[in-house]
């Protein structure tokens, strides 16, 4: 079993709707990132969360600890936010060391 | 801006061949890592380094070795490249202590 989990595998939405891609984890972490790799490879970071709630323009990612899950909602969706979603978890230590998910594949719709 | 720069985007190269990928940041981060992604298995950590000439290996080091001589720079190398190392693979940096990498553009090697 990964220590990372994501839900779902794939997701193909229509413009407008809202989205939630989820991710549970099973080891005790410092923080959690959610990162977005569009096609052609790069990633970029969305969210670091340690606790909490944080929003982003239509992104809101939110984190619960005692129940080592996470979710990330897209309002509005739009076609651009087609990409692959990523949840990662930091383990702890000095080296940042970062357990990934597997990766949620969205497609929106117009 | 951070920037996190591979040196190359595609790489096609013959099995048995010597493969270096290159990667250099801007940002005096202590903290670089090597990472390969293959569909359904998601991002494994190959190498990193914690700093100058000091390395550790990651989840799969098996086939790779790397080199950290300054601190901008790290390179992930192939000794003996093999079709099963044609993969995505992504360089990232951080500072010490830092949550929050920053990643390269990936180089997509394949080894024929």
């Known amino acids: 079993k990964n220590e990372v989990e994501q839900s779902p595998q794939n997701l193909t939405a229509q413009e407008g709707e809202f989205i939630t891609i989820n991710c549970s984890y099973s080891v005790g972490i410092s923080a959690l990132h959610w990162l977005q790799q569009h096609p052609g490879g790069g990633i970029v970071s969305l969210f670091m969360?340690?606790?909490g709630k944080k929003k982003h323009g239509r992104l809101i990612a939110t984190i619960n600890i005692q129940e080592k899950h996470s979710s990330l909602h897209i309002t509005a969706s739009h076609p651009r936010d087609s990409a692959v979603y990523i949840c990662a978890v930091r383990s702890g230590g000095a080296t940042n060391k970062l357990i990934f998910g597997t990766g949620t594949l969205l497609a929106v719709q117009p | 801006d951070v920037k996190v720069t591979q040196s190359s985007r595609y790489l096609v190269k013959r099995t048995g061949e010597k493969v270096f990928l290159e990667c250099v940041q801007d940002m005096d981060h202590e903290n670089m890592f090597w990472y390969r992604q293959d569909p359904g298995l998601g991002l494994r950590l190959i190498y990193f380094?914690?700093?100058?000439?000091?390395?550790e290996k990651g989840d799969i080091p098996e086939g790779y070795s790397v080199s950290r001589e300054k601190k901008e720079r790290f390179s992930l190398i192939l000794e003996s490249a093999s079709t099963n190392q044609t993969s995505m693979y992504l360089c990232?940096?951080?500072?010490?202590?830092?949550?929050?990498?920053?990643f390269g553009q990936g180089t997509r090697l394949t080894v024929v």
């Open positions: 380094s914690y700093d100058v000439k000091m390395k």
């Open positions: 969360l340690s606790s």
């Open positions: 990232a940096s951080s500072f010490r202590g830092l949550l929050e990498a920053f």
